[in-house]
Nanobody
Framework: QVQLVESGGGLVQPGASLTLSCIVS????????MGWHRQAPGKQRELVAT???????KYVESAKGRFTISRDTAEKTMSLQMNSLQPEDTAVYYC??????????????????????WGQGTLVSIES
């Protein structure tokens, strides 16, 4: 199995900063694109930022200049540094990773499979 666990959410005032972290564990063969998504109350989930295996990043327009996504492939972790937080950033933030998993059968055969893995989410609330 593969697990993604987010941490770092909380309640802060407008203008404050938070850093979210995501740890990937399990029978991982390799990790490719990773990303942070968020879902605000009553709204659809939206992509916030992505980072590819070569370190290329993309951001939703509202996050540009305020959020920074990073990863440590060797440690299987990803972070999202969020500055100048505003009430409209309030949402549950989810970690996502495209991974290849590896399993070995009792007979010694090896299977590699693709998986789009998600964490359970961490709540970020911005209130005065």
């Amino acid at each position: 199995q593969v697990q993604l666990v987010e941490s770092g959410g909380g309640l802060v005032q407008p203008g404050a900063s938070l850093t979210l972290s995501c740890i990937v564990s399990g029978n991982i063969y390799s990790i490719h694109d990773m990303g942070w998504h968020r879902q605000a109350p009553g709204k659809q989930r939206e992509l916030v930022a992505t980072i590819s295996s070569d370190g290329s990043t993309k951001y939703v327009e509202s996050a540009k200049g305020r959020f920074t996504i990073s990863r440590d492939t060797a440690e299987k972790t990803m972070s999202l540094q969020m500055n100048s937080l505003q009430p409209e950033d309030t949402a549950v933030y989810y970690c996502n990773a495209d991974v290849l998993t590896i399993t070995t059968s009792q007979e010694g055969g090896t299977t590699i499979a693709a998986l789009d893995a998600w964490g359970q989410g961490t709540l970020v609330s911005i209130e005065s």
